[in-house]
Each structure stands twice: as C-alpha cells, then as structure tokens.
C-alpha cells in the first residue's frame, strides 16, 4: 500500500510539528490535526499472489480518490504548497483528482447520509450540481405541462453523482413522474400516474433505492472494507500517517485516545509490516547501504553487489496489464511505490532468511518462511525522530530511549530565542530545541555522538555553556518548589526561635 497527499504536517499551530522530544501518543495527537486538515488524492495497491515456488506475480492499481459530495455536509481540506508541488514535480494528474477521483466517506458519514436518504430531507452540497439540477429541473417543468401520460424524455450530459441527484430531487418535487438511468451520462422522465408511480417505488430493480446510493457513495471504501475482510498482510513504507488516513477517511474519525487508535488498526489489519522498520533492522546486520527513499532502498536490494546470483531469491514479475512499471519508473505515483514496497519486503524477508538459516540456499523458500523471519518486525511501525524506534500496533510500545538531555546556559548574549540556539548547532549537529527558562534551553539528539561532540566544541564558548540536563538542578519546577521548601523551612525556624524564647516577667 502507498498514499499520496494534499499534505503530510500542517504548520497552524507552530508546535505541531514533529518533534524529538514527542511521545508516540504526543506524536499522534500532533499527526490526527494534520489527518483531519488533509485528504487523499491517490492510493495504491500492489497485490502480490504466489504463483509457484519463488514466483511472485504483482497487479498493481492506482485509485484518485476525492471525497465524496453526496448528501447534506460538504467536506472541507487544505492544500500545502510544497506538497502540491512536490506531486505535480513528478508528474501528478490533478485532473484526474479533481474530475474524476473515486468517492469515498467513513461509517460516520455514510450513517448521516442513510438518515437522511430515510428522512427524505436530501440536499445538494456542490454548487455545480445545484446548477446542473436547476438547469434539469427546468426542462422537465417545462415539459411535463404539455406531455401525455408515458411519453418520455431524456435528460443529457449528467455525471456522478448527479445522475442520483436529480433523480431524487425531481421524484421529491414532482408526484407525477419516474426516472431511470439510461447508461452513461443519461436519465430517462417519463410521465406517470400516480398508482403506476407507487408500483415503480415498490420494484427491488429501482436504481434509486437506499441502499444503490449507499453503495455509490461509498465508493472506494467498498474496496477498503474487502482489503479489511480478507484479512491479508498489509504492507507499506513509513506507513503511520498511512494507517492514520485509512481510519479516518474510510473507517471512522480518528479517536483522540492513542491507545484506540492502535486497538482499532490492529482489529481492522492483524499483520502489518513495514519496510522501514525492517530495513533499518538490514543496516545493523548486513553490509547494507544507508539509504531511506523508497526507490534508493529497492535499487540496493536489486544491485548485484548486495544481492549476487541466488536461485532461491524471489522472482517479482508485473502482470502484462500492468507492464507500464516494469518498462518506466514512476517515483510517487502510487501504485508504483505500492510495488516497490512489496518488492522490497520479498527481498529483505530473504536477504534475513539466509542470514538465518542455510536452508534457504537449498531450496525455494515459502512466504511463511518469510513471515516467520520477520516476525519480530510484525506490527511494528516506523516512528520518525523519536525517542522509540517503532510503534507496537500488537502491544505495548517500547520505553522512549534517547541520548541525555543537554541543557544550554546563555551568558551575555541577551535575546536569543528558540530558533536562534536551532541555527546556532545545526552547522554542527542536528537538535531539537526547548525554551527551559529565562537563560536556559534543552537540547534533545537522538544520536550519542552528536551530544559528545557539543560537549567537546563547546566546553570553551564565551556564551554557551553546556552541560547535561539534571534534573533535580535544571528543573525549574524543582527550583521552584526548593525555594519554596527553603522559605518555608526559614520560616518555620524563625518561629520556632521567636517561640522557644523565654518569657520575661
């Protein structure tokens, strides 16, 4: 599986980018505002089916996907600047977004519109298709004034969900006629009575009926709630925000509580696996090149220096309709990095079975081989610039493990701020930085060796002193509370002198 989207980490407010010093739960907290902001413009999917021995056929399928516009409530989503650019760099058809994406609504939404399509109380939200109906409405009132019963007309050039709106919108307004799709782009009124009429309500052919509508609205979760039946392993790269977009877009909003979140991913996907996570597990046990880019990652895996001639190594061959992939790269589209990422697993689940076991270099590996060696790796999912190395969708997460806290005192060099200690280190090294108090600022790594080389470069500075964060001295809630404890404490032996002294008589 692969996503793209309007944009990965909304900027309002300031703090709600990713940062070192996040908790997973802070992180998803940071992540669920941004999910809500922006939407899905494509997924892909690559399905992969054992054909025989080591032989893995691949279909892979892109969807353009736009929210759906059937019902009472309109959908609203922002656009990062860079992240439409960055997509349209790699040749994104924004037409195909735009005109043409495949709807889709959570089971919130598809309950609101049930209740309505119940109710009777149907409103179109677009204001194109309220032209559109307006425009149709007008013909059939014009025509039906003059028309005999069972004389017909045909209503042209209507797309989507238009051929359902004005269905619905001229059955609502007007008793005395029916309507019928009629193929493409078309609707067929005819003139009824009103006893026929009630015969034509009743037939269980009627395109019209609730739960024909549903369907259509619903769209490409229709796809979702398979992929969820079929309970298959679901794979994908830095898949997090991923997850995140098929809760909320296609399942249901996304919950605040962290922990249901998890609970919620794993009851809909039990195996998820992500080639992040296993990768970087590859850079610790193999001669492995350190890259992160999906397309990087998957030319290392397939060169010949890291993977020499193995019989046993999975073949990947793309079925002939999908062709297009195996003759032309197409980074960021998709289905394509959907095809990466399964190549990828293929590889690495081998290169580690070898690694294992001698076995494998006698005959063709399984794909329960496979699941078996990554079963460490099995619901863990990347987490970026943390202080945990993944997330556990199975269980509970491991305890944040970070280098130690550095903490910067600044000594005649009155003003600085945030973002001014950010430049001053990151010539050196990469931080994250924290206001402490009025003179002092955390830094956080999440490499050892960058705080060894700040405590070196700077052991001499004429501004910066630092030191590692303590927390019984630094804390400036502790500080607080010494004061307080020590005023108290003077206070106390103050009293007790003034009330021991002797009386004078």
């Known amino acids: 599986l692969d996503m793209e989207f309007t944009g990965l980490h909304s900027a309002f407010p300031q703090s709600n980018e990713p940062s070192l010093f996040d908790s997973p739960a802070e992180r998803y907290l940071k992540a669920r505002q941004s999910i809500q902001r922006f939407t899905v413009t494509q997924l892909g999917l690559a399905i992969f089916s054992n054909e025989n021995s ?7 399928y ?10 009472v409530s309109d959908v609203e989503f922002t656009l990062s600047a860079s992240s439409i650019q960055f997509l349209s760099r790699h040749g994104f058809d924004y037409n195909k977004f735009l005109k043409d994406g495949i709807p889709y609504m959570n089971e919130v939404q598809e309950e609101n519109l049930s209740q309505h ?42 797309s989507g969900y238009q051929m359902f709106e004005v269905q619905l919108v001229l059955r609502q307004a007007l008793q005395n006629v029916w309507t019928q799709p009629l193929g493409d782009k078309q609707v067929m009124v005819k003139k009824v009575s009103p006893q026929h009429r009630q015969l034509l309500e009743n037939s269980p052919h009627d395109s019209c009926q609730k739960k024909f509508i549903l369907l259509s609205a619903r769209g490409f979760t229709n796809l979702f709630q398979t992929l969820v039946k079929a309970k298959k392993p679901l794979v994908g790269h830095n898949m997090l925000m991923d997850l995140m977009h098929l809760h909320d ?22 195996v998820l696996i992500d080639t992040k996570t296993v990768t970087k597990s590859i850079w610790k046990k193999r001669p492995f090149p ?27 061959a ?15 589209e998709a289905g394509y990095d959907a095809f990466l990422c399964g190549s990828v697993l293929l590889k690495s689940a081998h290169l580690l079975l070898c690694r294992s076991t001698d076995d494998a270099a006698g005959a063709d ?27 556990n969708f199975s269980g509970e997460d491991a305890p944040c493990q970070h280098p130690p806290l550095l903490v910067v005192h600044v000594r005649g060099w009155p003003g600085l701020n945030e973002r001014q200690i950010y430049q001053e280190f990151k010539a050196l090294c990469r931080f994250d930085v924290r206001w402490l108090s009025k003179n002092q600022f955390i830094l ?47 206070w106390s032996l103050f009293a007790f002198v003034l009330g021991g002294a002797p009386c004078s008589s």
Not at 453 to 466: A, M, N, S
Request: glycine share 2%.
């Open 290 to 316: 350190r890259v992160s880019n999906l397309s990087e990652v998957y030319a290392v895996l397939c060169s010949s220096n890291l993977n020499p001639k193995d019989p046993t190594c999975p073949v990947i």
């Open 117 to 158: 399509l119940l109710a009777g109380s149907w409103k179109v939200s677009s204001a194109l298709d309220r032209d559109v109906l307006k425009k149709a409405i007008d013909e059939v009132t014009c025509w039906i004034a003059a028309a005999e019963e069972e004389e017909m007309m045909i209503l042209q050039d209507l």
């Open 54 to 60: 080591n032989k893995y056929v691949v279909h892979a």
């Open 444 to 490: 956080l790594s999440n490499k050892f060796k960058h705080v060894r080389r700040v405590l070196q470069d700077y052991k001499h500075h004429p501004h910066l002193r630092v030191s590692i964060y303590r927390h019984w001295r630094h804390s400036p809630r502790v500080n607080c509370l010494l004061q307080v404890s020590g005023i108290v404490a003077l």
């Open 318 to 332: 793309l079925a002939s309709d999908c062709s297009r992939y195996a003759e032309k790269k197409s980074p960021h």
């Open 62 to 71: 892109n969807f353009f996907l736009f929210p759906s516009t059937l019902g």
């Open 249 to 270: 877009k296609f399942y249901k909003p996304l919950p605040e509580s962290y922990e249901e979140f998890k609970r919620n991913i794993h009851n809909l996907f039990p």
């Open 365 to 391: 590996p399984s794909f329960s081989q496979y699941l078996t060696v990554l079963a460490e790796y099995l619901n863990k999912v990347n987490f970026i610039r943390g202080g945990v190395s993944s997330i």
